[in-house]
């Protein structure tokens, strides 16, 4: 990779941290609206298809606001470890603050890192994953292949992501919404073009369903599979180590 590719791709990173540090305020609120509350149940069944038990250890790359982390906290219980990792500070002081609202605080530690480079020992934890966060990394390969590292062996990578719709008409009506009506709803309330014109550019340029498990199985990912949400708006993808 040569210097100025370098450059882009910190160019970009920096692009991205900006902008959830300026929509972190409003990024729960938002999710909800624009998901029409479909982000919570795809969160949930996340956590019940992690494999993991209680007492389990578990890492949430791009955990944002905690969501996910608290979700599998329910799952690992009192005894168990999850750990939540974005790179984002003002996404974290929320997940630490509805930590502490839940009563959630010794279960739940959020650190500050970059899901390129974890800060983690290998084989530490029984499962990894990442919601809406693979699409925003500048390196998605490399991502993966950390994730998989930090995860024992037998255990699983699940990757939360938009994906492709596969309802013929209602594909159609959801791509009117995602490329036009969802940037406008954002824009209104965030007052910031270019938040939600960055999603539906990301998630039409990021791999379909197909693309995404052919891209793991190279990766070295075991008993590759995924399940479309929703009719594909969301899909989730497992793999094991």
């Given at each position: 990779?040569?210097?100025?590719?370098?450059?882009?791709?910190?160019?970009?990173?920096?692009?991205v941290q900006d902008l959830f540090r300026r929509v972190a305020p409003r990024?729960?609120?938002?999710?909800?609206?624009?998901?029409?509350?479909?982000?919570?149940?795809?969160?949930?069944?996340?956590?019940?298809?992690?494999?993991?038990?209680?007492?389990?250890?578990?890492?949430d790359v791009a955990t944002g606001t905690g969501d996910?982390?608290?979700?599998?906290?329910?799952?690992?219980?009192?005894?168990?470890?999850?750990?939540?990792?974005?790179?984002?500070?003002?996404m974290?002081?929320?997940?630490?603050?509805?930590?502490?609202?839940?009563?959630?605080?010794?279960?739940?530690?959020?650190?500050?890192?970059?899901?390129?480079?974890?800060?983690?020992?290998?084989?530490?934890?029984?499962?990894?994953?990442?919601?809406?966060?693979?699409?925003n990394v500048v390196d998605r390969e490399r991502c993966l292949l950390e994730m998989k590292r930090v995860v024992r062996p037998g255990g699983r990578v699940l990757v939360l992501e938009f994906s492709r719709p596969v309802w013929p008409v209602f594909r159609q009506v959801y791509l009117l919404y995602f490329?036009?009506?969802?940037p406008w709803i954002g824009r209104l309330i965030q007052g910031d073009p270019d938040t939600y014109r960055y999603l539906p550019e990301t998630v039409l340029a990021f791999?379909?369903?197909?693309?995404?498990?052919?891209?793991?199985?190279?990766?070295?990912?075991?008993n590759v599979r995924y399940h479309n949400l929703t009719g594909g708006i969301c899909a989730l993808h497992i793999g094991e180590v």
């Open positions: 990779m040569t210097r100025k590719d370098e450059a882009a791709l910190e160019e970009r990173e920096q692009y990024y729960d609120f938002l999710n909800r609206l624009l998901s029409f509350r479909r982000d919570v149940a795809w969160r949930r069944f996340t956590a019940r298809q992690a494999g993991l038990v209680p007492g389990g250890r578990v890492l996910l982390a608290f979700d599998l906290a329910a799952v690992v219980g009192r005894e168990g470890r999850v750990v939540g990792l974005d790179f984002t500070e003002e974290l002081v929320r997940a630490r603050r509805k930590a502490d609202k839940l009563g959630l605080g010794d279960v739940c530690t959020f650190v500050q890192g970059n899901a390129l480079d974890l800060p983690f020992g290998e084989n530490e934890f029984d499962a990894a994953t990442i919601a809406f966060g693979l699409r490329r036009y009506v969802l791999p379909d369903q197909e693309a995404l498990a052919a891209m793991m199985r190279e990766l070295g990912f075991r």
